[in-house]
């Protein structure tokens, strides 16, 4: 039994948070700046663990999606399901029940956010196929990433405003920027499988629209701040996000697998840079 555990832990990426924190770090922006400050305690906990299960739900659901697929790619060749050491039923269930979970744990919360979880769900759980005709599903990927932001300012002031639309988009750059490093450290896989992936369409001018795509990120996210009048705490969050974008230039320019991967991960720093200059800036009012 602990050992079926321990795959199933592996399926949902337990070893690997950096997906979690990536779908982290929108929904803690946009919970602050709903509230205007920290969040009441049994929304931040709701939806943290929300982002999670989720988070968890997705990886099974795309092991589930991808398993013809990912045995053909160095990196994921020995993942749990691709390489036989679990049913493909196992991985539905898993999914399923995390999907479940997270599901209950926004019945305090009113019926917009549950409505809005709904359409979450189905975003969430349609992605794995886009890869198979979309050009740049990392756009879709920002999207199922970034719906943490309207369902925060749902379940904190019962509506949507424009602004959580505006980060939502904001964070569909965000999310072609860090996921197209990533495709590219799977680029050679990618092309003989027939996937599709933003750093197959971009060709050689995928460094150039990772660069271009943290742009308008920051520059969404600045009108964001604007008009929320969040002041210069927030700036300075934003210029440090700015360092990080212009670090993973550094990185990813000349293509280097290792160096792309540590690109990605290194996006975690960057939101990070964002929410504490908006924690920063609520601290200061």
């Known amino acids: 039994m602990l050992k079926r555990l321990a795959l199933y832990a592996r399926l949902v990426r337990i070893d690997k948070p950096i997906g979690t924190l990536l779908l982290l770090w929108p ?5 602050w700046m709903a509230a205007g400050g920290p969040p009441d305690g049994g929304v931040f906990w709701i939806f943290v663990a929300g982002t999670f299960l989720m988070r968890s739900a997705g990886c099974a659901m795309n092991d589930w999606a991808d398993r013809d697929f990912d ?29 479940l979970l997270a599901f209950a744990l926004i019945t305090p919360l009113n019926a917009l956010t549950k409505w809005m979880a709904v359409a979450a769900v189905f975003i969430a759980g349609t992605y794995p196929f886009f890869k198979r005709f979309f050009a740049i599903p990392q756009a879709y990927l ?18 949507v405003p424009a602004v959580a639309w505006v980060m939502l988009i904001a964070n569909v750059f965000w999310a072609v920027a860090y996921d197209t490093a990533y495709a590219m450290v799977d680029r050679d896989d990618d092309l003989l499988i027939g996937m599709r992936t933003s750093a197959i369409t971009f060709g050689r001018f995928d460094v150039a629209a990772i660069m271009l795509c943290y742009a308008a990120f920051l520059a969404l996210m600045g009108w964001a701040g604007a008009a929320l009048a969040l002041g210069w705490p927030y700036w300075v969050g934003l210029a440090a996000a700015l360092g990080c974008a212009l670090y993973h230039y550094t990185l990813i320019r000349d293509r280097d697998r290792m160096r792309c991967f540590a690109a990605f991960r290194h996006n975690n720093w960057l939101g990070a840079c964002v929410f504490a200059g908006t924690a920063l800036a609520y601290a200061l009012r």
């Open 27 to 31: 929904t803690l922006w946009a919970l």
């Open 71 to 99: 045995r053909h790619v160095k990196r994921t060749a020995e993942r749990p399901l691709t390489a036989g050491r679990i049913a493909p039923w196992e991985a539905l269930a898993v999914a399923a029940v995390l999907a």
């Open 142 to 159: 920002g999207i199922a990433f970034g719906f943490g932001i309207p369902m925060a300012f749902a379940a904190v002031q019962d509506q």
